[in-house]
């Protein structure tokens, strides 16, 4: 019995990005929403390092492991397979997660990597650039970065799952 090594990247591919996609909707829904709830900048800022610090060691790996699982799959089944197009749709969608990362998220992330590092740095004083309102701001436009982010991801997933049932 061979190996169908593209039903292989399939099944793999489809479990990292349902992965990606169930994580970040629970950091959405759980930390980062309570994180929003607290009224102490130096909280807020704590709960939402936590979360996005998990993220980075992994989701690279998730990420660009599922879009080019997704994109051998296809290659490896072949354009007149039907799966062929919902795997590329899958690749492009994981792809997409990566743009979009760079290009929205960071510019969030440095803002509130700046807030963590004076945080940790112990550099308050009452004249700091940044108050609760600031943060809470910073952390709300991540959120909802972070959820546009997991959309993608929940659409790669959805788009492999056809390709698996193909």
Known sequence: MAINWAQVLQLVSLLAATHSSGYGLCSDRVAVHNAL????????????FRA????RKYGPFVVTGSGLGFL???LLDGISSPAFGFNVAA???MGLVV?????IVFPVNDKLLEAHANLTDHKKSDDDSQTTED??????????????????STFAALAGLVAACK
């Not at 996005?52 to 993220?55: A, T, V, Y």
Request: proline share 0%; net charge positive.
């Open 72 to 74: 051998g799959a296809a």
């Open 91 to 93: 690749s492009l969608s």
């Open 52 to 55: 996005w610090d998990f993220g």
């Open 135 to 152: 943060i809470r701001s910073l952390t709300a436009a991540w959120k909802t970065a972070d959820l546009k982010r997991t959309l993608l």
């Open 99 to 103: 743009v979009y990362t760079v290009f």
């Open 37 to 48: 709830l607290l009224s102490d900048r130096d909280t807020v800022t704590r709960q939402w």
